[in-house]
């Protein structure tokens, strides 16, 4: 029964008790031992992303006193198997933390449900901006609500650059900059520490490599956008970084999961780590020393291959028995102030400016440091490139899979290369 048919029932019964006073939701509950609305809630990320959303999940419950919510964290890397087994399974959860990465994956498999009937009842999302709103469309049909807008970024340890005796790079640094930066922050640090972390089975990183030389790493139909000598000569940037002891050897390279709290920065094994700009506040707080944020490097005479996109949305799953709970939970994640202000900028710089203006007053160092980083990048990025097919996921375990294979010495970076242009195809055929 959803959550309007059951207050409506118990305020007939509280009416008919003669007294002339209605007796509340929840005492009513509990005379009658009507048993409360489950939903579930599953999402990726790091300890401090975990207790904020349970936080602000339990201040929803709250508003409403016959709803429990179960929810789950898991770090990225083992997040999308989970989610793929549930939704296999019949048991998805009613709502889903989604991934550009996924959302067309998931939508064309029938497992998401259309939100543009919400809108604005439920979902008073209107003033995200025609940008924030197309991002989270298939097919032109809204399957996702805009957590948070970010960019690709390279932190930086600013206490393992002052050591070394290396100044802060400028946003306009290059690749060949970032191999000779890495290098001697490893030298000067010695053993155990190293300049960089490994970033060559990055799909994000590979992408924005790409996009610098004019290719998109999907087209608009679908297909692999890239060739095979364009990935070797990324794969071969990061086997010649790890020969001259830039960055981090494959096997510590593999400790880190896709969470904050296994990054290589955070586990005090590198000083520049690549990432999304959201993931700034969970990396500050786990790491002691202060960080730098900037733009990924640039293919030297090429173009900004950066973008800004959603950091996260929030699905609902088709299966779902609580739509309207489903939405409004999303809703109050991203609009209500009492959602909106525990879950702060950690997910992103949220997309409605009303939001913005409200949490501006609260925001520390570091998020300020994330907003003036959309900012800076807002002018310079290029355009949102076509969403990634069905079968991206499983393309970007491939992408990890070359790179290891090169750097524990399996095959050379044109061999892997090849071998994941051809396995590329194979999967998006």
Request: proline share 5%; hydrophobic share 40%; charged share 25%.
């Amino acid at each position: 029964m959803s959550i309007r048919g059951s207050r409506r029932r118990f305020l007939k019964q509280g009416a008919a008790v003669g007294s002339g006073l209605l007796l509340p939701v929840l005492g009513m509950r509990s005379i009658h031992g009507a048993e409360p609305v489950r939903m579930r809630a599953v999402w990726w990320g790091g300890q401090d992303r975990a207790r904020r959303t349970n936080e602000a999940i339990q201040i929803f419950e709250k508003q409403r006193a016959d709803l429990k919510i179960a929810t789950e964290s898991t770090a990225w890397a083992d997040y999308w198997t989970k989610v793929a087994t549930l939704v296999a399974g019949g048991n998805a959860p009613d709502v889903i933390q989604m991934d550009y990465r996924y959302l067309v994956e998931y939508a064309k498999r029938g497992t998401l449900m259309p939100l543009d009937a919400f809108i604005p009842k439920l979902l008073d999302i209107q003033d995200f901006g025609a940008n924030n709103l197309d991002s989270c469309k298939v097919d032109n049909k809204l399957y996702g609500v805009n957590l948070g807008t970010n960019s690709t970024a390279t932190f930086l340890d600013t206490s393992a650059f002052a050591k070394a005796g290396i100044p802060l790079p400028a946003y306009t640094w290059t690749w060949d900059e970032m191999s000779r930066i890495s290098q001697e922050i490893t030298k000067s640090r010695g053993k155990g520490f190293w300049g960089c972390m490994d970033a060559g089975g990055g799909e994000p990183a590979f992408e924005v490599f790409a996009r610098e030389h004019g290719k998109d790493l999907y087209t608009a139909d679908g297909k692999l956008g890239v060739d095979a000598d364009l990935t070797a000569a990324w794969l071969d940037y990061w086997n010649n970084m790890r020969k001259a002891n830039g960055c981090v050897p494959p096997d510590v390279q593999a400790l880190d999961k896709g969470s904050t709290d296994s990054a290589m920065l955070v586990l005090g094994k590198a000083a520049i780590d690549l990432r999304h700009s959201n993931f700034l506040e969970g990396f500050q707080l786990a790491h002691k020393e202060k960080l730098a944020i900037t733009m990924y490097p640039q293919t030297k005479g090429g173009k900004w291959g950066q973008y800004i996109k959603p950091s996260q949305m929030l699905s609902v799953a088709a299966t779902t028995k609580n739509a309207d709970l489903a939405v409004q939970l999303a809703n109050f994640l991203v609009k209500d102030p009492a959602g909106t202000k525990v879950l702060g900028i950690e997910r992103g710089v949220p997309a409605s400016p009303a939001i913005r203006k409200l949490l501006s007053p609260d925001l520390n160092d570091v998020g300020r440091a994330m907003v003036d980083y959309i900012a800076l990048c807002s002018d310079k990025v290029s355009p949102l490139p076509p969403p990634p097919p069905t079968g991206a996921g499983e393309i970007q375990k491939l992408l990890n899979r070359q790179n290891q294979k090169v750097g524990f010495g399996q095959a050379t970076p044109s061999v892997a290369a090849k071998e994941f242009v051809e396995e590329s195809k194979r999967i998006l055929g």
